[in-house]
């Protein structure tokens, strides 16, 4: 059974950084796709960033781009997420996702994805 377990969500002053970390397990296959989401109150889930894990080629929401940075760690099974310069409209719950046999990414979408539970960052002002 694939399980995705974020953690390094916290709350932090504008201006800060956070890492969150997604580790992945269960998996017979190689996913070829895995991002980070997020979702704030009253709003729908968007992407933030994506990493394909063979090319290692990367995609960013705009509203991110320059401050948060992806990266994977394939002997660990763990992809990152670095966040630079915390705004406190990136205050929100942030999920891992990974492709599953027949799923893909398109840009900062994941379709057919497994999901982990989330993580909450809280940037105050």
């Known amino acids: 059974q694939v399980q995705l377990v974020e953690s390094g969500g916290g709350s932090v002053q504008a201006g800060g950084s956070l890492r969150l970390s997604c580790a992945a397990s269960?998996?017979?296959?190689?996913?070829?796709?895995m991002g980070w989401f997020r979702q704030a109150p009253g709003k729908e889930r968007e992407g933030v960033a994506v990493?394909?894990?063979?090319?290692?080629?990367?995609y960013y929401t705009d509203s991110v781009k320059g401050r948060f940075t992806i990266s994977q760690d394939n002997a660990k099974n763990t992809v990152y997420l670095q966040m630079n310069s915390l705004k406190p409209e990136d205050t929100a719950m942030y999920y891992c996702a990974a492709t599953n046999a027949a799923g893909y990414c398109s840009g900062v979408l994941c379709i057919g994805c497994h999901w982990g539970q989330g993580t909450q960052v809280t940037v105050s002002s």
């Open positions: 990493i394909y894990t063979g090319s290692r080629n990367t």
């Open positions: 269960g998996y017979t296959y190689s996913s070829n796709c």
